[in-house]
């Protein structure tokens, strides 16, 4: 799991779990490099590590780029996943596959209320 430098209410629980389970975690900046920077220990340090979750999709194009050189296949070898249904979903090579995240004024919310009166 790949993180962006603010851990919102919704991805704390998300991340703490990755981490509990024993996945590797990292933080990026929700930038294309900082995402291949994160994914470069990731294929020699963990073998096995086939699923990656990944804050935004310009960090998932970071992931794709180390693996390549690394030998991975997507999706044959490994699974990539980001957020924000972005172009940069629809420009990797191969497409993303990415989460739309609703974009409103709730987006800058945290803490109970972040997902509105309806959810209580």
């Known amino acids: 799991m790949l993180r962006g430098p ?4 919704a991805a704390a629980g998300l991340y703490a779990g990755a981490r509990r389970a024993g996945h590797p975690a990292a933080t990026g900046d929700y930038s294309r490099a900082s995402g ?3 994914a470069r220990p990731a294929p020699g340090a963990c073998p096995g590590h086939r699923r990656g979750l990944v804050a935004s999709d310009l960090m ?15 999706p044959e ?37 972040a997902a509105g009166p309806h959810s209580r």
């Open 36 to 38: 291949e920077r994160a």
């Open 6 to 9: 603010e851990l919102r209410c």
């Open 77 to 113: 070898d490994a699974a990539v996943g980001g957020f924000d249904d972005s172009p940069a979903a629809l420009s990797s090579r191969p497409p993303l596959t990415t989460i739309r995240q609703p974009w409103g004024p709730h987006q800058h919310r945290d803490g109970p209320d």
């Open 60 to 74: 998932a194009q970071g992931v794709l780029d180390a693996l390549d050189p690394a030998g991975r296949r997507v």
